[in-house]
């Protein structure tokens, strides 16, 4: 393992200021994604839940074509929270509508068309005997970031609905109308970052950007900060020694956690959610350390 030291505060202000946020594009991010799954794929030791995964994203992809629209809350709702510094879509006020309903009903029997192992099998279809009742359960587990260890499998298909749901939702606000709600909390919907990226985008280059787990959204965050606690006094990285060096494991002393930061401007195809997943090698070495993960990524819980 590498270690080196933070970078030096001064170069990381001296990025031209980039928008504060990026909504998602739901109508492309989850087709990109199992396209990037699937490159990953070939030659990983992880490669058939890899495949797995690339087909659950482009069921993700493909199931949006026919579901009724996801509606915002009533736009008093989301001035006040604006007013208050709240997630206009706060997941930890969410309750299921029939778009997301639909969602999670459409990705179900889409994804129950694909060859699954027998243990996938199974999840999908403790999911679809579920009664309203218990999906709501569920879904809160997700929401929440309180998946049960025994359960993980069948929760995978209920997150991966409410990406979907939460992308489309967070693709009708407005940038503008996002205020920062805390440190390591996505200003759209309040959950917690799966990775983070330093771009190279126009206007934006050498910034980092967190990324939501949930909602998809990419919000501006200083480099030399602990994209958990907002801590600068302890930060390093680490990363595989050998490794392309596009992906390093942002380290903080202070709350003992640590979250990738994804170098899009060494490798652009790299993505926060499938590549997190891929580099699961690293989260194994930076955990010898004593850390633990503080970035959330709904197809990573149980490794
Ligand atoms: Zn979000
Ligand atoms: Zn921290």
């Given at each position: 393992m590498v270690k080196s030291p933070r970078p030096d505060p001064s170069m990381v202000g001296g990025v031209v200021k980039p928008s504060y946020a990026r909504l998602p594009e739901p109508e492309t991010l989850f087709k990109e994604r199992a396209q990037r799954f699937r490159t990953l794929a070939s030659g990983h030791d992880l490669k058939p839940y890899l495949l797995f995964l690339a087909n659950l994203c482009e069921v993700q992809h493909a199931i949006q074509d026919g579901l009724p629209a996801a509606e915002l809350p009533a736009p008093d709702d989301l001035a006040r929270a604006r007013e208050f510094a709240m997630p206009p879509l706060d997941r930890n006020r969410f309750s299921a509508d029939a778009a997301c309903e639909a969602t999670l009903d459409g990705l179900c029997s889409v994804i129950g068309l694909c060859e699954l192992t027998p243990a996938a099998g199974m999840a999908l279809q403790k999911v679809r005997a579920a009664n309203p009742a218990a999906l709501a359960i569920m879904m809160q587990s997700v929401l929440s970031d309180s998946v049960p260890v025994e359960a993980i499998a069948e929760h995978v298909f209920v997150a991966a609905a409410l990406q979907v749901h939460f992308a489309r939702l967070a693709a009708q606000l407005e940038v503008k109308s996002l205020v920062a709600v805390g440190d390591g909390i996505c200003p759209a919907c309040g959950g917690p970052p799966a990775s983070s990226m330093v771009v190279d985008w126009?206007?934006?280059?050498g910034a980092r950007f967190c990324a939501c787990a949930l909602c998809g959204t990419q919000w501006n965050y200083i480099r030399a900060k602990c994209s958990v606690c907002g801590s600068t006094k302890d930060v390093t990285y680490q990363e595989i020694e050998g490794g392309p060096g596009t992906i390093k494991a942002e380290c903080c002393g202070e709350c003992r956690t640590y979250v990738k930061v994804l170098h899009l401007q060494k490798d652009i195809a790299l993505d926060p959610i499938a590549d997190d997943v891929a580099s699961l090698g690293l989260d194994l070495l930076v955990r010898e350390t004593g850390l633990r993960r503080g970035g959330v990524n709904p197809f990573l819980i149980g490794y």
């Open positions: 126009q206007g934006a280059g």
